[in-house]
């Protein structure tokens, strides 16, 4: 069966820490993506990799940074928490689109998430 | 103006009710939609996606896209209650990533 690995389910960290989110899929994608959800907002999308060591900014980068060193972990790391980075973070894998044949995401198999709390 | 924009609800309707879940979007260019649904306390899950205009049946569930009004629907026929869960609508942004409603709640009754 599919599986994206979210490392926490819940976390709380202090105003100011160094946050890491950590995620693992083994289905050998080479597309990986880091979601935040929000009431009111939906799904927006904070980072993406197509690759090993390639990264590409979302909608919403600001106060996040990547890191991909493996295949099949993508990490993303809050430099410095702030209160308005409480949100359920979501993890993602995809294969390449059998629509374009590029790296793409209309089907997205997702971890189930990790509700981070900023105190 | 939002490129996906979908009614949150919440939808509440007994058990065999026919159920439509409805979205808009802005970008005529759009042209590959998709349905996720996303029970309580995971992770969305991929249930349907049509490319351009049509219908397309998967069951009791028909994706429906209208690209004359930009408008993308999602028919449940003889809802259950394991259908109770978030609907999202979503529309392929260039080739690259994907653009989610707000999503839609809705609770099947017994």
């Known amino acids: 069966d599919v599986k994206v690995t979210q490392s926490s389910r819940y976390l709380v960290k202090r105003t100011g820490e160094k946050v890491f989110l950590e995620c693992v899929q083994d289905m050998d994608h080479e597309n990986m993506f880091w979601y935040r959800q929000d009431p009111g907002l939906g799904l927006r999308l904070i980072y993406f990799?197509?690759?090993?060591?390639?990264?590409e900014k979302g909608d919403i980068p600001e106060g996040y940074s990547v890191s991909r060193e493996k295949k099949e972990r993508f990490s993303l790391i809050l430099e410095s928490a702030s209160t308005n980075q409480t949100s359920m973070y979501l993890c993602?894998?995809?294969?390449?689109?059998?629509?374009?044949?590029?790296?793409?995401?209309?089907?997205?198999?997702f971890g189930s998430g990790t509700q981070l709390s900023v105190l | 103006q939002k490129e996906v924009e979908q009614d949150p609800g919440p939808l509440s309707v007994p058990e065999g009710a026919i159920v439509s879940l409805n979205c808009t979007y802005s970008?005529?260019?759009?042209?590959?939609f998709m349905w996720y649904r996303q029970y309580s306390r995971k992770g969305p899950e991929l249930l349907m996606y049509t490319y351009s205009s049509g219908n397309k049946e998967d069951g009791r569930f028909t994706a429906q896209v209208d690209k004359s009004s930009k408008y993308i629907s999602l028919f449940i026929r003889d809802s259950q209650p394991s259908d109770s869960a978030t609907y999202l609508c979503a529309t392929l942004r260039g080739s690259e990533k994907l653009v989610f409603g707000k999503g839609t709640k809705l609770t099947v009754n017994p």
């Open positions: 970008n005529s260019a759009f042209q590959y």
């Open positions: 990799s197509y690759d090993v060591k390639m990264k």
């Open positions: 993602a894998s995809s294969p390449p689109s059998q629509f374009t044949g590029f790296a793409t995401n209309e089907k997205l198999f």
